[in-house]
């Protein structure tokens, strides 16, 4: 956290964000059951249902498990050919193809990061409060569509697995996992030990893991600063993308963009104390050109894979900025 020596006046939409959401360094059980409230405004299926309709910008991966045959109708441009009826396209002299409906439950896995990049937060939240908080809006939103609830829950050397299942108890377990992870003393059952890894390396294999894990037909959620990516975890989630539907969503703090204005502040990861100048235009310069660098890098590459990139900053509405990258019209949107 950063206590500047002088005031720092930076605008911030904090005032604009509901309640439920969690505030300053802590996750809280509490507050992330609170949430539960909001999750009617998170309408997953009408997420799915605005990608699937991206024809050219992102294809659905729903397909094999998880689907039933609906209907056959005329081929429209866009439609993936390797859905085409050959037979109804030969008896009636034009293209047709099978439409398929999703299963009512289908399984939604959360990739939660955890990591010691992620306590940091100069306004509002630390960005791991923010994942907690994002990540248990979702559970609570994919309870409301009956789908089956998983978990990767990671810091700089564990993780936890919650396999996919349904009803409010797995919510409540994701829940319980979150918080426990604020604890670093914290050992669990379900939790698998790995040695300590550089950032890159960390996360290259928290994507070679999710990999392995991910059930076809999976929608995943990716929540994280992505402080570590490189192009071999994009190869990995290359690969999760070619059987399931990945959302980034990516966590930030205004700093990570732009440094305070000039002055002497006063910074602390809990434990010790340092003094920032940010005096220096020349460091002021590098700073956002390196954050600005690594963005559009993260663009980039998920745009390769026909991701979606959702960017919160730790004082910007969760909800407001999920709705948005989700595509639901802000005119069917109730007041929190």
Not at 187 to 216: D, G, V, W
Request: with cysteine; proline share 4%; hydrophobic share 35%.
């Amino acid at each position: 956290m950063m206590k500047p020596s002088q005031k720092h006046t930076g605008r911030s939409s904090s005032a604009a964000i509901p309640d439920a959401f969690s505030t300053g360094g802590r996750i809280e059980t509490g507050n992330l059951v609170a949430l539960q409230k909001l999750s009617r405004q998170l309408p997953l299926r009408k997420q799915r249902k605005v990608l699937s309709t991206l024809a050219g910008t992102h294809i659905s991966r729903i397909r094999g498990r998880g689907i039933d045959f609906s209907e056959v109708r005329q081929y429209q441009p866009g439609d993936d050919i390797r859905t085409m009826d050959w037979r109804v396209t030969a008896r009636t002299g034009s293209a047709h193809i099978k439409v398929f409906q999703e299963e009512k439950e289908r399984p939604v896995l959360l990739v939660c990061d955890l990591r010691s990049s992620m306590r940091f937060g100069t306004r509002r939240a630390l960005k791991r409060v923010l994942a907690a908080d994002i990540c248990a809006l979702l559970g609570w939103a994919a309870l409301n569509e009956g789908d089956r609830i998983g978990a990767l829950i990671f810091d700089d050397q564990k993780e936890i697995d919650l396999r996919p299942s349904t009803g409010a108890k797995q919510v409540l377990n994701l829940i319980q996992s979150l918080a426990a992870e604020h604890d670093s003393g914290h050992e669990s059952a379900e939790q698998t030990s790995s040695p300590l890894r550089n950032p890159q390396q960390r996360f290259e294999a928290i994507c070679q893991h999710l990999r392995r894990i991910a059930r076809p037909g999976s929608s995943v959620y990716f929540i994280s600063d992505w402080h570590g990516w490189s192009q071999d975890a994009f190869r990995q989630l290359y690969q999760v993308t070619r059987h399931c539907d990945l959302t980034a969503i990516q966590v930030y703090d205004r700093m990570e963009s732009e440094l305070p204005p000039p002055g002497v502040y006063d910074v602390t990861d809990g434990n010790q104390r340092a003094r920032l100048n940010t005096h220096s235009t020349t460091l002021r310069s590098a700073h956002r050109r390196a954050f600005e660098q690594f963005c559009q890098q993260l663009v980039t590459d998920t745009r390769r894979i026909g991701t979606p990139l959702i960017s919160i900053a730790t004082d910007q509405n969760p909800l407001q900025s999920l709705r948005d990258g989700f595509g639901i019209t802000r005119s069917k949107r109730t007041s929190p």
